[in-house]
């Protein structure tokens, strides 16, 4: 029996072909997954690095359902995306980091050490995954979890061969997250916070024990950044918020006399029927 160097090239030929799908699918997420990667390191913005980086999550998660594993597809979207980076983005927003990042250094040389050791830290990372992966057979999920599916063969790998390793983990995070409330509790003393009648007495012992004033009373906008305008048409400092530049209120039309003001009868219409047959009203 010969073998013909067609046979012999399709022996070799070990590459993985997409389908029609799967090649759509990674030429529209895939520039998309690296301009979030892109934009993740360049942005000087802590809330934008974070949008971004949630956004090259989100495709991630897509890639792995288009390539049948739905459980890390489900298990990036919903932990990674849904819960860790919109709760690291939750807790920029309260942090305040509206602003950009000073660019200067405080330590000379930081930036080329930062370089050096992130391109060297890479190296070691690729040598190690090319070191493991020599000489390896390439197949695909189907053969790798079988007729069961990708959850049960994921499941069963956790509960039996890297048990050890996933105790090991939970049991990691719950310190880490006992630590971290232990960290950020405070402990107060007692009487350093003021009761509610100690408050209200506080404040009736002011010059102003009323309420401020609302933004946009007296004006033709109730937005925040509108202040009140008193009946001089000053403004109201007190109803001015903080940390937001005030904007100039458009105020109501201010009557001068009575013949701006108007009549009862003006308002409310006169009474004047027309007199009924035979003279009488």
Do not use: C
Not at 165 to 179: C, D, K, N, P, R
Not at 190 to 212: C, I, V
Not at 227 to 252: C, F, K, N, V, Y
Request: hydrophobic share 50%.
């Amino acid at each position: 029996m010969t073998v013909s160097a067609l046979d012999v090239a399709a022996a070799v030929d070990t590459s993985v072909r997409l389908g029609g799908g799967e090649t759509v699918v990674f030429w529209v997420l895939g520039p998309i997954a690296l301009a979030g990667a892109l934009g993740m390191v360049f942005s000087r913005n802590a809330v934008h690095s974070a949008l971004w980086l949630v956004n090259t999550m989100l495709a991630f998660g897509v890639f792995y359902v288009v390539q049948e594993a739905p459980f890390l597809g489900a298990v990036q979207i919903i932990v990674y995306t849904g819960a860790i980076m919109i709760l690291f983005l939750f807790v920029l927003m309260l942090v305040g980091r509206d602003s950009s990042d000073s660019v200067v250094e405080t330590l000379r040389g930081q930036r080329v050490a930062a370089t050096v050791l992130g391109v060297g830290f890479a190296g070691l990372v690729g040598a190690g995954i090319a070191r493991a992966t020599e000489n390896l057979p390439v197949t695909g999920l189907a053969e790798a979890q079988g007729d069961e599916g990708n959850i049960p063969a994921i499941a069963e790998l956790l509960f039996t061969k890297y048990l050890l390793a996933f105790e090991v983990t939970s049991a990691l995070l719950i310190t880490a997250a006992v630590g971290a409330m232990v960290l950020a509790h405070i402990e107060r003393e007692p009487g350093s916070r003021r009761s509610q009648k100690e408050l209200s007495r506080a404040r009736f012992l002011t010059d102003r024990p009323q309420t401020l004033p609302g933004p946009g009373v007296f004006a033709r906008a109730n937005s925040v950044a509108v202040p009140a305008i008193l009946p001089d048409g000053r403004r109201a400092e007190d109803s001015q918020a903080t940390g937001i530049e005030p904007e100039d209120a458009d105020q109501m039309p201010r009557p001068t006399g009575r013949e701006q003001l108007g009549s009862p009868d003006a308002a409310l219409g006169t009474l004047d029927p027309a007199p009924l047959e035979g003279g009488d009203r």
